[in-house]
Structures are given as structure tokens and as C-alpha cells.
Nanobody, 120 residues
Framework: QVHLVESGGGLVQAGGSLRLSCAPA????????MAWYRQAPGKERESVAR???????DYTDSVKGRFTISRDNAKNTVYLQMNNLKPEDTAVYYC??????????????WGQGTLVTVSS
């Protein structure tokens, strides 16, 4: 198995920015980090930003124009740049990946989550 390590969360005022990072805990070419999700208190986990199967990007409507998902293949790291943050963006953010160590196995992997708190 492989673990994902997220970083970059914190406390920010409304209108501010944060950049989240997600990378595997060990070097492997068998993992493909696909998306960022978030879960606010009392709410279900929702998809925020993702890479599609043809490597385009897709965003939930509430973050379009403010968030950008990107990847650095050399570092095997995926980022979520979050600008113009709003209090309703407050949540624990998780990255999501597919780990395929061989042609017969595929596993969904989640990071431990990083807390983003936006104050008004």
C-alpha cells in the first residue's frame, strides 16, 4: 500500500489564498493522484477539483474561477491553489488517488486530510 501526505492547510481570512499539496509518502510510479475532495462539519464529502480521464480539469461550481488543480509530474505532487477563499470553503480537504501496483490490482487511496479554516 501507499499513503498520501497532504500539506498546506491553515487559517486564513476571507479573500486570502492557500495552496494545498498532495504527494505519496514513498516514491512510486504506480499511483495517480486524481482529485481533491472536502468535507465540512455536518456535511458529506464532496468533490472539489479533479483530473478527468483525458487529463482535463473539472471543478465543482462553487469553486470555479477561484481554485486550480495542477500537478508536477517530476515531483509526483498534485496541488490545489485556492484563491479568494470564503468562509463556506472551511472544511477538511482530502486528496484522492488510484494505486495500481500491477495490472490486476487497483486501489483507491485517500490522504489523511488537511484542515482549511476561512474566517470572515
Amino acid at each position: 500500500q501507499v499513503h498520501l501526505v497532504e500539506s498546506g492547510g491553515g487559517l486564513v481570512q476571507a479573500g486570502g489564498s492557500l495552496r494545498l499539496s498532495c504527494a505519496p509518502a514513498r516514491r512510486t510510479s504506480a499511483i495517480n493522484i486524481m482529485a481533491w475532495y472536502r468535507q465540512a462539519p455536518g456535511k458529506e464529502r464532496e468533490s472539489v477539483a479533479r483530473f478527468t480521464t483525458d487529463d482535463r480539469t473539472d471543478y465543482t461550481d462553487s469553486v470555479k474561477g477561484r481554485f486550480t488543480i495542477s500537478r508536477d509530474n517530476a515531483k509526483n505532487t498534485v496541488y490545489l491553489q485556492m484563491n479568494n477563499l470564503k468562509p463556506e470553503d472551511t472544511a477538511v480537504y482530502y486528496c484522492n488517488a488510484i494505486f495500481a501496483p500491477n495490472v490486476e490490482s487497483r486501489y483507491e487511496v485517500w490522504g489523511q486530510g488537511t484542515l482549511v479554516t476561512v474566517s470572515s
